[in-house]
Structures are given as C-alpha cells and as structure tokens.
C-alpha cells in the first residue's frame, strides 16, 4: 500500500496552532517579560534637542551682487550642515570640550541631525544618561557644526579675494620697472586699460575679503534646553514589541514541535497509512466509559450503535458476517477495552446473544467497570478445568436509547450481556490463550451465541494476541488520535500482515469534535436514526434473551 501524501489546509494549520496554543502563548509571555525586564534593567537615556538654521551667503546686505555663480540655495547648505555634523574635527571638538573619554564613534552615535526641507531648519538631537550631559553634548556639537560651516565659507571667500588680487598683478606685471614715457604709444594705452581692470579687482578683492569676515551660512536659532523626562527605555513600548515576536516565535516554535510529533492526528491519514476500512469512531472524552454507564452521552451510545452495524457488514457477503470480534490496539490506553464493552452492549441491546470474553489477563478491568465478581473467569476456566457454568456471569443494564415510560422504568425491562471477566490471573500464563482448550471454548460459544467480543491485550505488548487472531472471524484494531505513533501503527500493520489474513475493521479513538465533523467522520446521530439502522438489520432481531447457563 502506497501512502497519499497529505496536503496542508488552512483548517490543518488552524488545528496545529490550536494543539500547540499553549506553546505559542508561553513563548509570547516569556518574551514579553524578558523585554519588560531588560527594559527596567536598562539606564535612562536622555535626549536634548538644538535647532540650526541654514542660510544662503546671499542674505549677509549689501555684499549679494559680489556672489553670482557661487551662490547656493538653503537646501543646500541644510545637507551640507547634516554632512558636517559626523566629521571627526566636529567630534574632536566635542570629546575636548567636554572632557569625554568616549571614542569618536561612540561620541557619533549619540548625535543625530535631521533636516526640515520646507523651514530648512536642521534639528540636532543628542543623548545623555543625565539631562545636562545630553543638553550639553547637543549644544556643544551645534555650536561646533556652525563654526565650521561658517569658517569653511569665509576662507572660501577670502581665497575668492586672494584670487581677485592675483589676477589685478598679473594684469600689471608686464610693465613693472618700465616708465610709462617710456612706452609705445600702443603700450601706453594697454598699461591705461589694464591698470583700470586692476584698479576694479583689487576693489572687488577687498570687499570680497570684508564679505569674508563676516558671512555665515548657519546660526543656532534654539539652543538645547535640559529635557524635563528621559527618552528611552520605553517599557510598555518594549512589552508590546517583545510579545509580538513572542508570538512569531512562538509560532515557529510550535511548527518545528509539530514536525517533530510523528503521532497520528487525522482520520484519513490513519486510514491510509494503515489500509483498514474505518468501522467506528470513539468521540473525546468516551473513552474509559461503558454504554450501559449511567449517565453516558447520546453521542457515545450512537458511535457504538453505529460501530455494531459497521462490523456486521464488514464482509463483502452480509450471509457471513462476523460472529466472533476481536479487539485489540497496538499498545496500550488507546481505547480498546471501550471499544471492546461498547460494541459487546451495542450488541446486546439490539437482541443479539451476545458474549463478551476479556481476554486481557495483564490489565483485567470489566469486573469494575461492569460491576461484575472478579472470578472465576476466564483464567480458571483455562488453568483450572471450570465448567462454563462456572465463569459466566450476566450484566444487566438498561439501554440509554430506550425511551422511559412515565413511571420512569425502561420498555423491555432493560438488555443483558453475558460476560466472562479475566478471573484471578495470579500465576496465568498467557499463553494458555492461544491452546487447544481457548480454541475448543471459542467453537463452542459459537453454537451458543449470536456474537462473540474479545478484549485482547495490546498486539504489539505480547504475544497471545497474535496467537488468538487465528480463532476468530475479524479484528477491530483501534488507534487513538493524539496517540498512537505512525511508527506504532505501522509496526502493528506489519505485525497483522504475518497472521492469517481477517476481515479487519479501524477504529479511532479519543476523536475531536472538530475533526470528525472536517473529515467526515461523523457519529452525532439521533436514537431514530439508530433504531433505523436496527430495523434494516434483520439478524439483529433476537426477541428472546435468556440466561446462558453452559457453554
């Protein structure tokens, strides 16, 4: 058998996050509290703001029309002022200013600067782990930017003038030490003509080089003040942060846990795996419980009404459906003692003689459940040579499908089930079950009984299981979801593969609502609905039920 690959849905992913919620919100909180934490551990961080202005050289009156070409907008100097805000002279300035032992790029990563590019004013903020060490780095390093911004564009002014001059002397040179009687008539009118293009730049030069003294491109127009609170941690800030990684991380968390989980979860991909035909579901929270138990759901009564009708048809010829049942699962708790009682008084209910064999001599529990004497049973009757007589027992209950008359009592007077517990299995071997005597028990019960129920040990805990498979005409193998490994199902597979071959019926036990109703594993059924199943069923009407009293 090929196994169908499986194709995750958004209901599937929904399932997970539910199974693994706990997971999820735990990693959330803890990731919440650990931010929390390191928040309240954290120093306080101050933050100072100071406020520049960038200027145009055009604005310093009376010296614009010297500026032509080298004027340059305000823009401009805003982003050259933010540029000049992490040169290394800039911090220098700021660590022996303020006497910082701090490095440089430790100094820089406490300074910000951002522009307003509609005021073209630049904000410079810078932080402390008090109030005045941040108002007095901040006030320090704009004071800083904007005596290097100007100093820049004076020397650059003044190198404008240096060049002025330069250029009225070279227009001079050629007739230095010459008088100018001494000159051609046409040298004489050159020397006029240059002697006034020198007079005009050296003019030009020297108020270029007063433009120099005085021009600015920034100014602090709002010194930093001492912040009145501290900027950072922000607790609650970092809370929210850290619980919604928490959650992300939860997530993933709960992902990799569940690729980890090899258990069986869902219907189909138990079915698959297996290859078994699905006869029966056991609805969560069934489980431990008999259908004769006062006070048991509709639910659990309907899923074993409906188990009874699916095993009767499990043969593709109705005329040889299965008398003698044997359950069993791979190991144990995973249902099959319910299973086992529920279907046994399903059985009985409808009118069938019906016997139910506890085969489990390791873990004997339907003496407590069904409120039967401990023994003799089955093991006295192997070991000990028992007449039949001696180890049957009759439980007697009332079916919760039957509808109560009004002076509360039952219609039929209530069903019976004839039942052999394990008896006392001190000293029992197990493998007294799979011997010529359990074989000859089984033939006889046979001739006596409509239907036989045997509740096996766990096929992959011991060895008498296997053995009694070849007595019996089915086996209803249960799995329980949330459970029962795919490892573990494959390896009873395996196991069932090597005994004689039998009609073979899969269970599923401890079923979510929300799983079954998904995959169509429904078994919320009406009592109508039963008792209609009933009624198609033919061989299950027995009218007369009596008190075995031999095998």
Known sequence: MTEERHHATIRDYVLVFKRRKWVIIGVAIVAALAAGALSVTQAKVYTAQA????????????????LQANTQLPSETSAQLE?????SAVLSRVKSELGLKDSLDQIRSRISISTDAQSNFVLMDGTGSTPEQAAALTNSAANAVVDLSNSDIRRQFAG???????????????????????????????????????????????RLQAFSKVVTVAQVTSPAGLPSSPSGPHPASNIILGGVLGLLLGVIAAWFLETLDRRLRRPDETENLLGFPTVGVVPAGGLGRSPSEEGTTGTNVSSFRMLRTNVHFLAADRSHAPEVVLVTSALSEEGK?????????????????TLLIEADVHRPVHAQRLGLKKGPGL??????????????????????????????????????????????VAGFSGDALGSRRFAEAIDQVRQVYDFVVIDSAPLLAVAETAEMIS???AVVFCVRLGKT???????????????????????????????????GYGYVYDYADANHHDAKDKRLKEPDIEEPTAV
Do not use: M, W
């Open 485 to 519: 490994t795919a490892e573990q199902a494959r390896s009873a597979r395996a196991a069932l593969a090597r005994l004689p071959e039998r009609l073979t019926g899969l269970v599923l036990t401890d079923l979510p609502p929300q799983v079954g109703g998904y995959y």
């Open 471 to 473: 007595f019996v005409d």
């Open 160 to 206: 404008i003038a240096n060049g002025e001059n330069r250029e009225a002397a070279s227009l001079l040179r050629p007739f230095t030490g010459k008088k100018f009687n001494a000159l051609t008539p046409a040298e004489q009118a050159k020397f006029q003509t240059n002697s006034q293009e020198a007079t005009g730049l050296e003019a030009i030069a020297a």
């Open 337 to 353: 003692t319910t299973v086992a009682t529920g279907l046994a008084c399903a059985s009985a209910a409808s009118g069938l003689r």
């Open 379 to 424: 093991a006295e009757y192997l070991r000990d040579g028992l007449e039949p007589a001696e180890v049957l027992q009759v439980h007697t209950f009332t079916d919760p499908a039957q509808a109560p008359i009004k002076n509360g009592t039952v219609n039929g007077g209530g069903s019976k089930l004839t039942c052999i517990t394990a008896g006392d």
């Open 51 to 66: 406020s520049l202005e960038a200027q145009s050289p055009a604005q310093s009156a009376g010296y614009a029309d010297l």
């Open 83 to 87: 540029q000049t805000a992490t040169r």
